[in-house]
T-cell receptor, first 112, second 112 residues
Framework: DAKTTQPNSMESNEEEPVHLPCNHS???????IHWYRQLPSQGPEYVIH???SNVNNRMASLAIAEDRKSSTLILHRATLRDAAVYYC?????????????FGKGTRLHILP | SAVISQKPSRDICQRGTSLTIQCQVD?????MFWYRQQPGQSLTLIAT?????????ESGFVIDKFPISRPNLTFSTLTVSNMSPEDSSIYLC?????????FGPGTRLTVT
């Protein structure tokens, strides 16, 4: 399993954009970048994933560096409900034996 | 998508006893996963359970301690055997659907 590095915690003001970084310098060519988040007292939930191109969905955007050694999850307008632990995970989606393995993640605090 | 329920939601057990956790999914899925989340920690994968075959355990987890059943495509159980206080954790069931994994709400286990 390739490793990712994330800051332990971040803080942001409500209604402002949030950029959550993730470094994955040892990423392989077949690894997809997945983001999950875990709200307090809940199981994790899928946020977004991508391979090479930037991705957008209703929850967030994923910006992937050209060399794929880093990525950034972007929450365009944070709300208090976005306070959670965000996990950046690499997985070879073409390999059924590769699993979703969680690192420590980034704990995001939203200030009202 | 997939909706997952777990029973019990929480339990307090005495050391030396065993607890069986049930996981029910609202659709048929091939792969089910069991994770553990110790207090204040990230999630750790215990094992993968495919219907019709033996569960595959991750390093540090053994079948005698965490026997798993997978009788059909919508149900699985995880037993925590001969419990000790170190087994106090949240146990989460997860399924894969497409590129996403969905997680149950977890079972909070306290061993006294």
């Amino acid at each position: 399993d390739a490793k990712t590095t994330q800051p332990n915690s971040m803080e942001s003001n409500e209604e402002e954009p949030v950029h959550l970084p993730c470094n994955h310098s040892t990423i392989s060519g077949t690894d997809y970048i997945h983001w999950y988040r875990q709200l307090p007292s809940q199981g994790p939930e899928y946020v977004i994933h991508g391979l090479t191109s930037n991705v957008n969905n209703r929850m967030a955007s994923l910006a992937i560096a050209e060399d794929r050694k880093s990525s950034t999850l972007i929450l365009h307008r944070a709300t208090l409900r976005d306070a959670a632990v965000y996990y950046c995970i690499l997985r070879d989606d073409m390999n059924r034996d590769d699993k979703i393995i969680f690192g420590k993640g980034t704990r995001l605090h939203i200030l009202p | 998508s997939a909706v997952i329920s777990q029973k019990p939601s929480r339990d307090i057990c005495q050391r030396g006893t065993s607890l069986t956790i049930q996981c029910q999914v609202d659709s048929q899925v091939t792969m089910m996963f069991w994770y553990r989340q110790q207090p204040g920690q990230s999630l750790t994968l215990i094992a993968t359970a495919n219907q019709g075959s033996e569960a595959t355990y991750e390093s540090g987890f053994v079948i005698d301690k965490f026997p798993i059943s997978r009788p059909n495509l919508t149900f699985s159980t995880l037993t925590v055997s001969n419990m000790s206080p170190e087994d106090s954790s949240i146990y989460l069931c997860s399924v894969e659907s497409g590129y996403e994994q969905y997680f149950g709400p977890g079972t909070r286990l306290t061993v006294t």
